[in-house]
């Protein structure tokens, strides 16, 4: 069982930056593939980025097109938590945040992918 504890969400301007952190539990957090989705009002749940262990393969990262360039996605296995730092905030970027974990280490954009899940954290960006 690993659990996800969001953070860091709130209020900030359209411009502005925030970021968002997720512990989580387990002794093999390294191996993990984890990954960051939003969702907005009366929207599906959306990818925003995904980070897979290191590996053999130079792609170990992904990001959404609406998010590139402005949302960099890291870890800090020491701690057993991932962030995500978000700079040049827009009012579309408000929506509730999750970390999700999969454990088998695979790198994907499906939320169905995953099999662990944070309660998610708010994100509200004022214009």
């Known amino acids: 069982q690993v659990q996800l504890v969001e953070s860091g969400g709130g209020l900030v301007q359209a411009g502005g930056s925030l970021r968002l952190s997720c512990a989580a539990s387990g002794r093999t957090f390294s191996t993990y593939t984890m990954g960051w989705f939003r969702q907005a009002p009366g929207k599906e749940r959306e990818f925003v980025a995904a980070l897979a262990p290191r590996s053999w393969s130079s792609t170990n990262i992904l990001y959404a097109d609406s998010v590139k360039g402005r949302f960099t996605i890291s870890r800090d296995n020491a701690k057993n938590t991932v962030y995500l730092q978000m700079n040049s905030l827009k009012p579309e970027d408000t929506a509730v945040y999750y970390c999700?974990?999969?454990?088998?280490?695979?790198?994907?954009?499906?939320?169905?992918?995953?099999?662990?899940w944070g309660q998610g954290t708010q994100v509200t960006v004022s214009s």
């Open positions: 999700a974990a999969d454990t088998f280490g695979f790198l994907s954009t499906g939320g169905g992918e995953y099999n662990y």
